[in-house]
Every structure is written in C-alpha cells, then in structure tokens.
C-alpha cells in the first residue's frame, strides 16, 4: 500500500472511530479522547525535536507520515485539532455528524483519487479530487442536515481547494464548516 493511501485510509478510519465514540459514548469522551490524543502527541513532537529514538512511533511517522512536514506529525495534530474543534464549538450532533463526515470521509477519499485535471489556482488539487470530496460531503450533509448540509459541503469544497499556504486542509475544513454551520 502507497503511503500516501495508508496516511488517508488511516484518516478515514480514524475519523469512523472518533464519529462512533461520539454517537455512543457521547460528546464529553470524545472531546477528552482528542484532548489525550493531542497531549501526547505534543510530547512525541517534543521527543522528536530532542532527536530522542520512539522505535514504534519512528515507523508510523516514517510510513505514514508526510515528508514535507515543518514537524514530524504535523499533519496528524492539526486533524486532531480539526476534529476536536468541530466537536467543541458545535452543539447540534447532526451538524457535528455532517463536519467530521466532510473532514474524515471527503478529505480521505478525495486525497486518495489520482485527478490529472489541476485547478488552475492549485496545482496541489485537483478537479476530480473536488468532486469527489463534494459528492462524499454532499452525501454526509444531506444525511445530516439536508439541504443545509448539501449548501455547507458545497461552499466547503471550495475552501478545501483553495491555496493557502501555511494551513493544512485538516483546519481549513472543520474551521470552515463549524463557521458556515453556526452563521446558517
């Protein structure tokens, strides 16, 4: 398997975990689980900064990791970030459903389609990989919020495509759909 489909199928997989806590054990544990996970990886990052050896966690961030990363792990964080945000600052679980499917599920799924059509303001994405990501979305909202959830995956596929530089889509994403979310 590809890195780069292992680090998404991980996204996906990851993003279906924290949505089943959340819808079975509830709101509180999933934020403390991200919380936790984010504790740690802040000790990791340091560990690593230090150059000390995590044999274990070395072979994740070799295998899964992106090379291009200012930080090793940086990539992971900020999703965890991007998922405890959602869970933080939205209160309706339907909405919150609908942004972590947008996040895990579109993102993953689009990352992983080999587009060769480039946005001509991105050449880091592409246009297949947009729809893609807007029909998983699309799907997602609508089952959790209808026609809202179809108007908030659409505005939020033209986020995910834009180049903005220093920001990973994994905060660009949820920042966007908690915001669209709260103003509609």
């Known amino acids: 398997m590809k890195d780069r489909t292992l680090r998404k199928t991980t996204h996906i997989l990851i ?8 819808n079975t054990l509830g709101k509180w544990i999933a934020e403390l689980g991200l919380f936790l996970i984010l504790l740690i990886g802040i000790f990791i990052q340091d560990q690593k900064i230090k150059g000390k050896k995590l044999f274990i966690i070395d072979t994740a961030l070799e295998k899964m990791g992106d ?11 900020q999703y965890f970030v991007g998922l405890l945000f959602i869970i933080s600052f939205l209160n309706d679980l339907y909405h919150i459903n ?13 990352s992983m389609v080999n587009g060769k059509i480039k946005w001509p303001y991105n050449k880091h994405k592409t246009l297949e990989g947009s729809i893609c990501f807007l029909i998983v979305s699309a799907m997602g909202g609508y089952l959790y ?12 596929t033209v986020v995910e495509s834009l180049p903005l ?16 979310f709260k103003l509609i």
């Open 15 to 22: 993003g279906l975990f924290i949505f089943l806590v959340l």
């Open 67 to 77: 090379k291009n990363e200012f930080l090793p792990g940086m990539g992971a964080m």
């Open 98 to 110: 609908a942004s972590i499917i947008m996040l895990s599920f579109g993102d993953g799924i689009a």
């Open 145 to 156: 919020a209808r026609i809202l959830g179809v108007i908030i995956a659409l505005i939020v």
């Open 165 to 180: 530089k220093g920001i990973s889509d994994n905060l660009t994403v949820p920042i966007s759909a908690v915001i669209l």
